[in-house]
């Protein structure tokens, strides 16, 4: 089945340490996203990217990190940086870059 | 700026009342898409509708509707006859088709309870 997948479903990181969220597509999809949600909020953009080897700063970059070696894959990593990392971050995919998204199970970080 | 506003927080309904879910966007694009989203209690997100603004002619699916205006800047939602199933948080989206860089703006989402 073609699909979006993420891992791990939980995930729990103590202050001070980098996580990586792994995120992979077998839709041939070229464009993925990452978002966070907090509660009661819509989607906000982490990062994306159109092609493999590029990626794009989103609306709350900061404090996150990328890459896009492979057209099937964009792990996102959470940086100790980040000040307030506890939420629920969406991995998703497209064709092109206004086109209909798909969207992951998506990650549910918590910081102890 | 893009921005899209989903005065709606929480709306409930009995089993079988039909249900309008407001959107209303801003943008400065004349060429840009709009989007509904569903997502359930399981946290994915499920693609409904996409609608271009050249076209604003109404969709149906099913029990679902949506409405789009643009001398309102409206891209409602109806759903008809509603189920308990379709309880969820609903989002609408919009995506610039003029400037790069934007990807999606979410509206905060309604957040939709079916009781039976």
């Known amino acids: 089945d073609g699909g979006i997948t993420q891992s791990p479903k939980y995930l729990f990181r103590k202050e001070g340490q980098n996580v990586t969220l792994s995120c992979e597509q077998n839709l041939n999809h070229d464009a993925m996203y990452w978002y966070r949600q907090d509660p009661g909020q819509g989607l906000r953009l982490i990062y994306y990217?159109?092609?493999?080897?590029?990626?794009q700063k989103g609306d709350i970059a900061e404090g996150y990190s990328v890459s896009r070696e492979k057209k099937e894959s964009f792990p996102l990593t959470v940086t100790s940086a980040q000040k307030n990392p506890t939420a629920f971050y969406l991995c998703?995919?497209?064709?092109?870059?206004?086109?209909?998204?798909?969207f992951g199970p998506g990650t549910r970080l918590t910081v102890l | 700026a893009q921005k899209v506003t989903q005065a709606q927080t929480e709306i409930s309904v009995v089993e079988k009342e039909d249900v309008t879910l407001d959107c209303v966007y801003e943008?400065?694009?004349?060429?840009?898409?709009l989007f509904w989203y569903k997502q359930p209690p399981s946290g994915e997100l499920v693609f409904l509708i996409r609608?271009?603004?050249?076209?604003?002619q109404n969709e149906i699916s099913g029990r679902y509707s949506w409405n789009f205006q643009k001398s309102t800047s409206s891209f409602n939602f109806t759903i008809t006859a509603s189920q308990v199933v379709d309880s969820a948080v609903y989002f609408c989206?919009?995506?610039?088709?003029?400037?790069?860089?934007?990807?999606?703006?979410f509206g905060k989402g309604t957040t939709l309870s079916v009781s039976s």
């Open positions: 998703a995919s497209s064709t092109g870059l206004y086109n209909e998204q798909f």
């Open positions: 989206a919009l995506s610039g088709g003029n400037q790069a860089g934007t990807a999606l703006i």
């Open positions: 609608r271009n603004s050249f076209d604003e």
């Open positions: 943008t400065r694009d004349t060429t840009y898409y």
């Open positions: 990217s159109q092609i493999v080897n590029d990626f």
